[in-house]
């Protein structure tokens, strides 16, 4: 680990945690105005390893600290964190965390910060997979022998894709610019698709402020090139959830002419996909804030093409997003799979006849992929559900599914269904 962690780049990583932990807030919003590369190391890596991190912290504590002490307890973390796992010297990591506790407004803590940290091993212990136990319930149920195998791709760290705007540069030429810049990449499967092989703030990137490219991982990128082949010029298209935008602007960088309808129910995800469109430099699309369980929104003329990136557990983008494990609860997953059976449903009365709608999420459980579509089939007799085949992953029932345990992609699940003519 490179540069000097600060005790007040501890005090605001534990800061962060307690905003996530405490109240729920997402990792992305908290972090939105976080630049300290080393701060953001602290707080993605406790998350990460919350779950034993928080065994390690609760068994060296005579007794728990109060609820208003929360920041105190994430101190104690990103403590532990320092210590097992990021190699950095005991009295360093102990003594600047000790002088974060003050920077927290808890001087009478300090003495307890460093009993609690002298006390911890300097290697990791406890929970091994660190998932919360309903969830790796879950993935054991559902992928027996190779779950082992995805419980540790969660917890690495998240490849940094690019997708070069076609509208802008040409891949080669795009890439070319990188090897200018010295920055080390591999081809990803589509021509477009890149792979950095070491992430970077996306402002670095030569281009980036011009709209030459969008950060998307290459895996979403083999979802929207499946979803680009479902296209001819002049089609109407309509992407259901479409906010902020990535799936929605690599079908526009295919140059086809299409008419496109997007919505999105949430007003500030919107403001998102309008930002990014005005970077990448794309327009001539109706966005509209809507709730796509309804109709309100429809004027009857129905699409060509229905693409529903529906709202998920987001359990296939545990290493880019790993406050999911730790925020995420079995009841939320079981709303969201209703609102997914009420979306497929509802927007299946826009599919012209003969025509298709693509079903996807962030997902590797089964209950929001191939068991969602099981039941929309089961009750829609003019549905088949049509194989997708992409150059990662593996086929399922109805669909593909794309999973973590690939290096270079996150989860993802897709499924085609078209609609009799
Ligand atoms: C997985 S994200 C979409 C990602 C996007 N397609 C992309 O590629 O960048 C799911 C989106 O669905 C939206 N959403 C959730 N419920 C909705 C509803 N009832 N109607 C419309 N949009 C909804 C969420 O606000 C969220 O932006």
Not at 20 to 29: C, H, K
Request: hydrophobic share 40%; with cysteine; aromatic share 6%.
């Amino acid at each position: 680990m490179r540069g000097h962690l600060s005790h007040s780049d501890r005090a605001r990583a534990a800061r962060h945690l307690a905003r996530i932990v405490g109240r729920g807030d997402s990792l992305d919003n908290v972090i939105r105005r976080e630049t300290n590369p080393l701060c953001l190391e602290l707080t993605y890596g406790c998350l990460r390893h919350h779950f034993s991190l928080v065994e390690a912290v609760e068994a060296r504590l005579a007794r728990p600290l109060r609820a208003k002490d929360l920041d105190l307890f994430c101190l104690l973390l990103v403590g532990a964190y320092q210590l097992q796992r990021m190699r950095v010297p005991g009295h360093a990591a102990i003594n600047e965390t000790v002088s974060a506790a003050r920077a927290l407004g808890k001087p009478w803590a300090a003495a307890l910060v460093n009993a609690v940290l002298r006390k911890l091993p300097t290697h990791p212990i406890g929970d091994a997979s660190d998932h919360p136990p309903w969830l790796q319930g879950k993935i054991e149920t559902q992928y027996g022998d190779h779950a082992p195998a995805l419980l540790r791709a969660n917890n690495q760290r998240a490849p940094m894709g690019l997708r070069v705007n076609r509208r802008k540069i040409e891949p080669a030429d795009y890439r070319a610019l990188l090897k200018r810049a010295d920055i080390a990449f591999d081809d990803a499967w589509l021509p477009e698709s890149i792979l950095l092989r070491k992430p970077q703030p996306s402002a670095t990137l030569p281009g980036f402020k011009d709209g030459a490219i969008a950060v998307q991982d290459v895996g979403a990128q083999l979802v929207g090139g499946f979803m680009r082949e479902q296209l001819q010029g002049g089609c109407r298209v309509l992407d259901a959830c479409a906010a902020p935008g990535g799936k929605l602007f690599h079908l526009l960088e295919s140059g086809l002419a299409l008419d496109v309808t997007a919505l999105d129910n949430a007003p500030m995800r919107l403001q998102a996909l309008s930002e990014m469109a005005q970077r990448l430099g794309h327009g001539g699309f109706r966005a509209i804030t809507a709730d796509a369980c309804g109709l309100a929104w429809w004027d009857g003329e129905p699409f060509d093409l229905v693409i529903i990136d529906a709202p998920c557990s987001g359990s296939g983008t545990l290493r880019r997003h790993p406050d999911i494990k730790v925020t995420r609860t079995p009841q939320q997953v079981r709303r969201t799979n209703r609102l997914q059976g009420a979306l497929l449903r509802n927007l299946w009365r826009t599919v012209r006849p003969g025509c298709t709608l693509l079903y996807c999420t962030c997902s590797i459980l089964a209950e929001e992929n191939d068991q969602v579509v099981e039941s929309f089939l089961e009750a829609h007799e003019d549905a088949r559900a049509t194989g997708v085949v992409l150059p990662t992953g593996a086929a399922t029932r109805h669909g593909w599914q794309m999973l973590p345990t690939d290096p270079a992609t996150d989860g993802f699940y897709l499924a085609r269904i078209d609609k009799q003519a």
